[in-house]
């Protein structure tokens, strides 16, 4: 059973609008949430991150919101840009065990 | 430049036949792990190492080994491969401490198909 699932497996915006990526966790012992980017024929790099005594952070044209008694976080993007185009994984953290990710979401921003 | 390098990128073997990627760090982190990515799956931990000679098991290690001789390396094994383990392997490491947890830098990955 999967404890961290993106429901989504595609999206598409225009470029400049917002994009909204979603993640919904199970497990309530999650404490730590990360948002990963992933570009063809490349690792995974680190995009942003919160702690679940957190309900939003912010860096530059990323944000992502936790809603812990809705087990849900997203991942916004405002503007979205072209080079935004990857896919988006949705990981979870408890104490210092593995990171659990969800199955991620393919952003395709059109220019 | 701070990385993770994975060795090979791309390897096509037959059933049964050894085969090791290696995995090696320059940043002197303690934590390392493998994972690999499977289509509707997202990535699933196989192995991680929270420092030298300390191993242990994640979600998924049936059919893998690990070794931890050195900090900067942590190849992967697989004994005898079989076509399940057609997969792309990421190694990651990360500077995890006791109270807190930083993100992990990952490498470019390894496609391997077994044959």
């Known amino acids: 059973d999967q404890q961290v699932k993106q429901n989504s497996p595609s999206l598409s915006v225009q470029e400049g609008r917002i994009s909204i990526l979603n993640c919904d966790y199970t497990n309530s012992m999650f404490d730590y949430f990360l948002w990963y980017k992933k570009y063809p024929a490349e690792g995974p790099t680190f995009l942003i991150s919160i702690s679940s005594i957190k309900d939003k952070n912010e860096d530059g044209r990323f944000t992502v919101f936790l809603n812990k008694s809705a087990k849900h976080l997203s991942l916004h993007i405002v503007p979205s840009q072209p080079g935004d185009s990857a896919v988006y994984f949705c990981a979870a953290n408890m104490g210092r065990r593995a990171l659990t990710f969800g199955s991620g979401t393919r952003l395709q921003v059109q220019p | 430049e701070a990385q993770v390098t994975q060795n090979p990128r791309y390897l096509i073997t037959v059933t049964g036949k050894k085969l090791t990627v290696t995995c090696s760090q320059n940043m002197n982190h303690e934590y390392m792990s493998w994972y690999r990515q499977d289509p509707g799956l997202g990535l699933r931990q196989i192995y991680y190492s929270m420092n030298v000679e300390v191993t242990d098991k994640g979600d998924v290690p049936e059919g893998y080994k690990v070794s931890r001789k050195e900090k900067r390396n942590f190849p992967l094994i697989l004994e005898s491969p079989s076509p399940n383990q057609t997969s792309l392997y990421f190694c990651?490491?990360?500077?995890?401490?006791?109270?807190?947890?930083?993100?992990?830098?990952f490498g470019q990955g390894t496609r391997l198909t077994v044959v």
């Open positions: 990651a490491s990360s500077d995890r401490d006791r109270l807190s947890y930083t993100e992990a830098f």
